[in-house]
C-alpha cells in the first residue's frame, strides 16, 4: 500500500490558488472521466469571446477567427480555480490521501548520499522575534521514498533545490510575470454569463509586454485581471497602479461602474517555457507544475499543463517504488506528453515580445496560424528580467492618478481584502 501525503501551506486547500481561471479539462478529462456527473464544480462553458486593441479612449476589435487556435476557449470553462482545489482534495480523501492544511513546509531534508530524504514544517507558535511562546510547536519532519515539490511559481523550496542540483544548467534565464486580479459583482445588465475578454495595449506602451483578461463567472461575477511582464524596462512602473488604471477604461469602467469589488490578489507567473524548463527530477524528488514551469503564455494557462506533469509524477512513482526503476523516467514520459508538445509548439511566442507589442503579434501570427508551431528554429532568452530595467533617472516619471474608491482602489484596501 502506498501512503500519500499532501502539506498544504494555506489555512485550507484553494486558499492560496489565485487564477483567472479559463480551465481546459484535457487533463481532468483523463484523471477523472466522470467529474462532470461526481459533480466537479466546472459549470460556466464559455459562450463568447472577444480580443481588444485599446487606446486610451478607445477600443478596436480583432475578429477571433483571425486568433491563433492557442488562443481560442471554445470548449473550455470560466471556473474558481480554488473551488475545483478543493473538490479535487475531496476526491483524493475519499482515496485514502491524507491532506494537512496549515502545514507549510519550511525546510529540504536529505540522506546522507545527498538524495532528498523528505521535508520538515515550520516552527508553530514563535513570536515576530522568533522566541517561543507559551503556544510553541516545533515542527514535524516527514520522510518519503520520494517527494515531489508542487509550490508554484519561485516555490521556496523548488527554487533552493533547482540551485543545489544544478537543475537549470544550460537552460535560458526564466522569465516572470505578475499577475493581479479582483472578483467583482455586477448588477444582471452589466453580466455576460461565460463572456471572455482580453485586451493589449492601454495602459501600457509598446516595449511593455502585457495584457488584461475580463471573464464573466456564474452569480454575477466578473474575474477582472491585469498581468505584466517583469522585464519592463521602467523603473517608476507599478503593476498595480497600471491595473488600477486600466479599469478606467471606458470599455471595463462600463462592466464595473455600481458594481462591488469583493476580492483582490496577485501573484507571480513563470513564463520562461521550455527554453527556461529546468531538469524536472533529482535524486528522491520530483517538480512539478510551476515549480518547474509549465505554464503555457500565449495560451495564458498552465492549470492543465501542471495536472498532466502531477498525473506523469504520480506514474513514474508507482513504477519507481514496484520495480526501483530511475525517477528521470518522469521527466522522459513528460517529454512525449501531449503537455510538452504543446508547450513546444508555444516556445516562440514570449522571446518574442522582446521586440515589441506590434512585431511580437506579428511573428506571433505567423508562428502560430501559419506555421502552427513548427518553425524551424527557437528564440532565446538572452537575460534575466532584472537585467532589462533602466536607470531611473533615465526614464520618465509615471504619475498615477488618486483612486477614487469605486473603480480604482488603494494598495492597503487591496491588501486587506486578500485576508492574508
Excluded at 502506498?2 to 490558488?17: D, F, M, P, T, Y
Excluded at 491524507?98 to 513570536?127: H, Q, R
Excluded at 506528453?337 to 507589442?357: D, V, Y
Aim: with cysteine.
Amino acid at each position: 500500500n502506498l501512503n500519500v501525503c499532501i502539506l498544504e501551506k494555506g489555512a485550507e486547500v484553494g486558499a492560496h490558488i489565485l487564477s483567472g481561471n479559463i480551465f481546459e479539462t484535457k487533463a481532468l478529462d483523463e484523471l477523472l472521466p466522470k467529474w462532470k456527473e461526481e459533480g466537479a464544480p466546472v459549470k460556466t462553458k464559455v459562450s463568447k469571446e472577444k480580443f481588444l486593441f485599446l487606446g486610451k479612449n478607445r477600443s478596436l476589435s480583432w475578429p477571433t477567427w483571425l486568433l491563433p487556435s492557442v488562443q481560442k476557449n471554445h470548449n473550455n470553462y470560466i471556473i474558481s480555480l480554488a473551488n475545483l482545489c478543493r473538490w479535487l482534495a475531496e476526491q483524493a480523501e475519499k482515496l485514502g490521501v491524507e491532506i494537512f492544511p496549515g502545514f507549510p513546509a519550511s525546510e529540504v531534508l536529505y540522506n546522507e548520499d545527498g538524495s532528498v530524504k523528505g521535508v520538515s514544517t515550520v516552527d508553530m507558535g514563535l513570536d515576530k522575534d522568533g522566541n517561543k511562546k507559551d503556544t510553541y510547536e516545533q515542527g514535524i519532519e516527514l520522510h518519503a521514498k520520494v517527494t515531489v515539490f508542487a509550490e508554484g511559481c519561485r516555490g521556496h523550496l523548488g527554487k533552493h533545490l533547482i540551485k543545489k542540483y544544478q537543475l537549470d544548467q544550460g537552460k535560458d534565464p526564466q522569465q516572470y510575470g505578475i499577475g493581479l486580479k479582483e472578483i467583482w459583482e455586477v448588477s444582471e445588465n452589466q453580466h455576460q454569463e461565460g463572456l471572455v475578454m482580453h485586451t493589449v495595449g492601454w495602459p501600457l506602451d509598446k516595449k511593455t509586454y502585457g495584457g488584461s483578461f475580463v471573464y464573466h463567472a456564474e452569480k454575477k461575477q466578473i474575474y477582472i485581471g491585469y498581468v505584466i511582464g517583469l522585464d519592463y524596462q521602467n523603473p517608476h512602473l507599478s503593476p498595480f497602479e497600471e491595473f488600477q488604471r486600466f479599469k478606467t477604461h471606458p470599455v471595463i469602467r462600463k462592466m464595473l461602474e455600481g458594481g462591488k469589488r469583493v476580492s483582490y490578489g496577485a501573484r507571480a507567473l513563470i513564463e520562461g517555457g521550455i527554453q527556461s524548463l529546468p531538469k524536472m527530477f533529482m535524486p528522491g524528488a520530483l517538480l512539478i507544475g510551476c515549480d518547474a514551469g509549465t505554464l503555457n503564455m500565449p495560451k495564458i494557462k498552465g492549470s492543465h499543463t501542471a495536472m498532466k506533469s502531477g498525473i506523469i509524477a504520480a506514474e513514474t512513482i508507482v513504477e519507481h517504488i514496484k520495480n526501483n526503476s530511475d525517477l528521470s523516467v518522469y521527466e522522459t514520459k513528460f517529454k512525449k506528453s501531449w503537455a510538452f508538445k504543446e508547450l513546444h509548439t508555444a516556445r516562440n511566442a514570449k522571446p518574442s515580445f522582446s521586440w515589441g507589442l506590434l512585431l511580437a503579434i506579428l511573428f506571433i501570427g505567423l508562428d502560430q496560424i501559419l506555421f502552427r508551431g513548427k518553425l524551424p528554429f527557437t528564440l532565446r532568452h538572452k537575460r534575466a528580467d532584472h537585467e532589462t530595467l533602466k536607470p531611473a533617472s533615465q526614464l520618465e516619471k509615471i504619475n498615477y492618478p488618486n483612486p477614487d474608491g469605486k473603480i480604482t482602489f488603494d494598495k492597503t484596501s487591496s491588501v486587506y481584502l486578500t485576508g492574508t
